[in-house]
């Protein structure tokens, strides 16, 4: 079974320094648990360790060639990939520096699929769930969604506060996006999302990449693939079957469930399910096609060079 993963910060472990064969995904990983599809996200979510948000973005991008894995920086194929292949997306939106041409830079140097508008701080475009429900999107957010509407990139509420996510609801055609956030009546933390945010993502068909993050899974101190497959199952019963993805968060996570700890176990994960009683239709579609049905939905409309 093909998987596909929304969010890990491998990028910017290569930037920081560290080894392709120290990380959580990487190319032999990725085979070994047949992801084929993996999202690396430019982490700029603060004031940059390279003198810019900028800078950082560019310095995650030089490390792509060490990874080995096939690109899809422009044009998507027919068909869901068949061995370990890259997009990119951008988390926190401080490398945009408060400026569009940025976005559509970004754009064309790398396909951008998805931006996480905020990371855990206020920035240019809004402000983080960290620090509460309120204020909505800044002028220049709202300004964005429209270009991000225009290319056919997604709007990631995964770290963004609630008033942001109903801008985002209610200004943008595309639909909202969750890449790495699970169900907060399960985990109450302020990174998950609510039960009328999960609703909402299932009206307008858009995506809920569950992450492993052990504190964003479960109150206790320790964490099981149980507890992963107990949110999938929340998910589904609010409807969920056609939204709900993985969002691992690997290599930006430092706890997370036991015989889950990098790309090679994603398949303990779908056995479990598997046992559970997800069909196999049920399986492909939260393993890999949901994602795959909106980066093809997008792509349909963007505009290459
Ligand atoms: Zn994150």
Request: net charge negative; hydrophobic share 35%.
């Amino acid at each position: 079974m093909f998987i596909a993963d929304t969010h890990c910060d491998t990028l910017y472990a290569l930037a920081k320094g560290r080894k392709p064969d120290e990380l959580m995904v990487n190319r032999e990983k990725m085979l070994g648990g047949n992801v084929t599809l993996q999202t690396f996200a430019l982490f700029t979510g603060s004031n940059g360790t390279h003198g810019s948000a900028y800078e950082d973005a560019n310095a995650m991008l030089s490390c792509m060639d060490q990874l080995s894995v096939d690109w899809l920086l422009s044009k998507l194929p027919d068909t869901y990939p068949s061995v370990p292949t890259g997009i990119i997306s951008m988390e926190g939106g401080e490398a945009l520096e408060g400026n569009t041409q940025r976005l559509y830079e970004f754009y064309a140097r790398t396909g951008l699929r998805m931006i996480a508008l905020t990371w855990n701080f206020e920035n240019e475009i809004g402000y983080p769930a960290k620090l509460g429900k309120e204020p909505g999107l800044k002028q220049f957010g709202l300004e964005l969604l429209k270009h991000m509407d225009k290319l056919g990139i997604y709007a990631d509420v995964s770290h963004l506060n609630e008033a942001g996510f109903w801008d985002i609801y209610e200004n943008m055609s595309l639909p909202p996006i969750a890449s790495h956030s699970n169900n907060r009546e399960i985990c109450d933390v302020p990174r998950n999302l609510n039960k009328k945010q999960i609703l909402a993502i299932i009206e307008r068909h858009g995506y809920i990449g569950i992450n492993f993050y052990t504190n964003f899974l479960t109150k206790s101190s320790t964490a099981s693939i149980d507890d992963v497959v107990r949110h999938i199952d929340s998910i589904m019963e609010l409807g969920g079957e056609d939204v709900l993805g993985f969002g691992s968060d690997f290599d930006g996570i430092e706890a997370w469930p036991e015989g889950l700890c990098d790309s090679s176990c994603f398949p303990k994960l779908i056995d479990a399910l598997s046992a559970h009683g997800y069909t196999q239709t049920q399986l492909e579609k939260i393993s890999h096609l949901n994602l795959w049905r909106l980066l093809k939905t997008a792509d349909r409309n963007r505009e290459y060079n």
